[in-house]
């Protein structure tokens, strides 16, 4: 099992982003920047100081910003494209097809902002479909990091990846989830806490409340396995049959639409391994105004909306 | 096989020879090329062949004259690039980067069949010599200003050129990408479109206007020339006096014809795709004997 953190401080995985990316051009003068007028939204504002001829800001284009990118590792760079998630991936979603996974190119997509961290500027810069339609390109690596910790070494593995890497960048405040002695590895689960009951699969801003939900069950007597999935391509497959078999009811968690994220991939693969009964948790469509913390209440995603869920189905999973 | 498939291909041309025997040797090239061209087309049963024949002499005179590449070193890292941004003409492309010895000509039999690494649209991870995985129009010029970039964070020498397709350009990724190179000035990248005034289905003119795209493309900061994209002193001139402008890139209008120089498929839309049949191949042959 993984330890978990216990300090309560919330933190921008931003700032995580933005400190790994200047140590990563530090130790490697290949590493550069391309963003869309997304300095200031990046944190990159230090990274431009340092670095200013390795920061290209490409100006509001995000589909020439991917295709420059393709072009800077052509040219032996190692690129970092930074752009909200909302418009980095729908408008660039061809060029990301096409000149990044189909050519194979050594390129870390950073998605900030993602999910509902812009709650009140509503559906249009909400990026609850990002991993869905990321998820379907092949040859592209899709992290979902929880904590700056993870965030930090996510973007380092990237670098290490032979071929593109999609990284989403949490802006919403998350608290530490793992402790120091974590070591992210692209396409390993962590299991967070154990269970027999149920097991809750979570990402991102969901793993903290997926572990309050935890917490919540334990009261009532029901055991509940937590894994954080981090990367939600390509899926920790063992693992979620191992919560399928040993659980036998499975709730999963995201800041994302419950179409096609990674509830839709754990489907997938329980479907294929050991079909039981499951919960997906997302936003259902297109979410109203209001802040980031309002709707992912609104919307059940908290410790109290998890633990219902996971009562319901357990209700599902007795014969 | 067809005798076409067993001829000779032209090599890269020696610069020290007369100018004269340079450019007789691009001619002679161009139409050897467009010979095996036309067998490879007819051989898939599929293919591009008015593009293909739009574009021959500027990516022939590229290939054989102008790009300093290693053919049995592909990757070198300060090798020129170039980019085929209209995908869809992978027929000359392979054509002419077998010529230059990237790979074994008899490779080119296996055009578009099962398994083939010679795909419809050109992909760098199968093919070498190939630059970018193009075939969606309107990726080609942002990848070469990537390209551009580099070169330039690298302090290198090396140029960048990209052909697009004249139809292409009504995709707006094109204008997003002219906007950057001439915002960073990038002196050595190069953009040729191959202006042969039609697309798929009908005249550019006739379905979104591109012209006045020297205009166009001067307000967007890049330096314009135009030539007649099939006269080879003409283009080899243009391409030994890069850039055309200092401080800007350089967005060179290549006049040519689709189906250039087949009698009977010279500005004929329906070229575009259409393959042609046994006896239409020899007679094109014929004319390109």
């Known amino acids: 099992m993984t330890a978990v953190a216990a300090e309560p401080t919330l933190y921008d995985c931003r700032d995580a982003f933005a400190a790994t990316v200047e140590a990563l051009a530090e130790a490697d003068e290949r590493v550069v920047v391309v963003c869309s007028d997304s300095v200031g939204s990046s944190k990159l504002g230090g990274f431009q100081q340092r670095f200013p001829q390795r920061l290209l800001n490409i100006g509001i284009a995000e589909q020439v910003m991917v295709g420059v990118a393709a072009g800077l590792a052509n040219g032996g760079k190692r690129p970092f494209v930074s752009g909200a998630s909302c418009f980095l991936t729908a408008r660039g979603l061809e060029q990301i097809k096409v000149d990044l996974a189909y050519t194979g190119a050594n390129v870390t997509l950073c998605g900030m902002s993602p999910g509902v961290a812009y709650g009140e500027l509503g559906p249009t810069h909400h990026s609850i479909e990002d991993i869905a339609w990321l998820r379907a390109i092949d040859n592209l690596v899709l992290i979902v990091p929880a904590d700056p910790l993870e965030t930090e070494q996510a973007l380092r593995a990237a670098t290490e990846h032979d071929g593109p890497v999609f990284v989403r960048v949490s802006r919403m405040g998350v608290p530490l989830v793992y402790g120091a002695d974590y070591r992210f590895r692209i396409g390993r689960a962590a299991r967070l806490a154990e269970g027999g009951d149920v097991t809750l699969i979570a990402n991102g801003t969901m793993i903290s409340r997926a572990l309050e939900a935890a917490t919540l069950l334990a009261a009532e007597g029901v055991g509940a396995r937590v894994v954080s999935m981090p990367t939600v391509k390509p899926l920790d497959v063992d693992e979620i049959a191992a919560a399928a078999e040993e659980t036998g009811a499975i709730v999963t968690v995201e800041e994302h639409s419950v179409r096609g994220g990674l509830g839709g991939a754990v489907a997938e693969a329980v479907v294929a391994q050991r079909p039981v009964p499951m919960r997906i948790l997302g936003f259902p469509g297109f979410a109203p105004t209001g802040s980031a913390s309002w709707l992912l209440d609104h919307f059940g995603l908290t410790g109290a909306g998890i633990r219902d869920a996971a009562v319901e189905l357990l209700e599902r999973k007795r014969p | ?289």
Not at chain 2, 123 to 131: A, I, L
Not at chain 2, 175 to 190: N, V
């Open chain 2, 1 to 289: 096989m067809t005798a076409t498939t067993q001829e000779t291909l032209p090599r890269r041309i020696d610069r020290s020879l007369p100018r004269e025997e340079q450019l007789r040797l691009l001619a002679n090239g161009s139409r050897l090329i467009r010979r095996r061209n036309l067998a490879l087309i007819e051989a898939a049963g599929l293919g591009h062949i008015g593009g293909d024949l739009s574009a021959a002499d500027i990516v022939a005179t590229l290939y054989l004259a102008v790009l300093d590449l290693d053919p049995s070193n592909p990757k070198l890292p300060d090798r020129d690039r170039f980019v085929m941004s209209k995908g869809h003409c992978s027929g000359v492309l392979y054509t002419t980067l077998a010529s230059c010895g990237f790979f074994d000509p008899a490779l080119l039999d296996e055009y578009m069949k099962p398994l083939s690494p010679l795909n419809g649209h050109p992909d760098s991870k199968k093919v070498p010599g190939v630059e970018a995985n193009t075939g969606p129009l309107g990726h080609g010029l942002p990848i070469a200003v990537g390209m551009a970039i580099a070169a330039a964070l690298d302090g290198s020498q090396r140029r960048t050129f990209c052909l697009v397709g004249d139809g292409e350009l009504q995709e707006g990724s094109n204008w997003e990408a002219l906007m950057a190179g001439g915002h960073r000035g990038l002196e050595r990248l190069t953009v040729i479109v191959d202006r042969n005034g039609l697309q798929q289905g009908a005249p550019t003119e006739k379905t979104s206007r591109l012209e006045p795209l020297a205009d166009k493309a001067r307000a967007f900061c890049w330096a314009v020339r135009e030539v007649d994209g099939h006269d080879h002193a003409a283009l080899l001139d243009l391409f030994e006096r890069l850039p055309v402008e200092a401080g800007r890139p350089s967005f060179v209008i290549a006049h040519t014809h689709k189906g250039n120089p087949v009698s009977f498929m010279r500005d004929r839309v329906e070229w575009h795709h259409k393959v042609p049949s046994a006896d239409q191949v020899r007679a094109a042959l014929e004319e390109l004997a």
